[in-house]
């Protein structure tokens, strides 16, 4: 079956006299970049005979008309055939292992007179918990102007957003996908990257025709990451105020540094760094700093509103590339707690005003988290406003060795 470990498309088309390359992409472990490749054909009777392999065998059926590429470093090995043959139709497996049974995935190959050809599978490569952006072609909208973005299972293509407004549960507040450009051209943006995101995905408009679309993408989220784990709510109380940090790759140069409220798939604009702010929001939001030389730069948003709480979006925009960053805002009348209950206890908050931060961690993508309650730690006793440069905590920290009394920052 198709997982995160081992993935690939399911049909291929050749026309007779031509030729056909499959792609299959697996994650990098030390034991996958070593282990044998392997291209086989099904029988009638179910065994998998080798085609090709890394060992150097190839059949004597297909010798001087197939070839397999491994490419270690991207997790990716590719067979090409050539000179194809109508008795080429069939189901082939590409896997790893030792054997013909272990670690695959299968394919049905269809060779015919007339087929169509078919384009390559475009790479896509994210850090765990960090951002990428897909492009997607115009496409043909005669089955309707619906934007949609799926991902291929084993018999269907299974959707995980579309422009309707529909976002899958494990999706939430980390998915976009934008409005067309002059072109037809539209994008996905994705952030919060998880190691199940990695696998093989189509973008379209009109219906779900994922096996024949003009794009199939094959996402790799590679789990060696040198991003920090994210910090992913923000609380804040009403008529409070709150400071959000975006962060943003500072070798890079950016057309555009912005803030939006993310709703059922979509992000509207509420303020960028050139000065447009919101209708909605003036007076009460505004971006502080903006530090080229770290990478950062600071919202803070004030008189803060019940209907404030949701999702919001970092982002920095270079050409059709942007970097994003998701956090839910939660909203409290009274008391402000943490997303972890066993991290805290609530109490009454102090009046809230704009939090301080310090240098963020390179390559952080996200703004902090208010913790108000009792935190221990060993170090320090606080009490009054503790601020460690991602966590707000209201109300006392016991650490057995020093005693404080008003604000901290570290």
Known sequence: ??????????????????????????????ANRQDRKYWCKVSERGVCYTVISTTGYTSKEHEGRVSLEDIPQNGTFSVTMTGLKKNDTGTYRCGIGITNGALYVSLNLTVSADA???????????????????????????????????????????????????????????ILITPQESSGAFKILINDLKKEDSGLYTCGMGRLNGWDSPRMVALQVTTASTLPKRLKFLCG??????????????????????????????????????????EEYEGRIQITSDDQERGTYTVVMSHLREEDAGWYWCRARKGHAEHTSSVKLRIHKETCTSQDPETSTLVKPTPSSPAAYSTPTQGSITGPVYTAGTVTTGLTHTTGTVTTGL??????????????TGTVTT
Do not use: M
């Open 237 to 278: 109380t009403v008529g409070g105020s709150l400071s959000l940090k975006c962060h943003y790759d500072p070798k890079e140069n950016y057309e555009k540094k912005y803030l939006c409220r993310w709703r059922e798939g979509s992000c509207s604009l509420l303020l960028d760094a050139d000065g447009f702010v919101h």
């Open 1 to 30: 079956p198709v997982s995160s470990t081992l993935y690939g498309s399911r049909f291929l088309t050749g026309k007779v006299g031509g030729s056909v390359t499959h792609q299959c992409f697996y994650s990098i472990t030390p």
């Open 116 to 174: 169509s050809a078919v384009g390559l599978i475009e790479l896509v490569w994210g850090q765990l918990r960090g951002s990428v952006t897909i492009l997607c072609p115009p496409g043909d909208t005669q089955g309707g102007e619906k934007r949609f973005w799926c991902k291929l299972g084993q018999t269907s293509c299974i959707l995980i957003a579309d422009s309707d407004g529909y976002v899958g549960r494990t999706y939430e507040g980390r």
């Open 391 to 404: 966590t707000h905590t209201t109300g006392t920290v016991t650490t057995g060795l020093t005693h404080t």
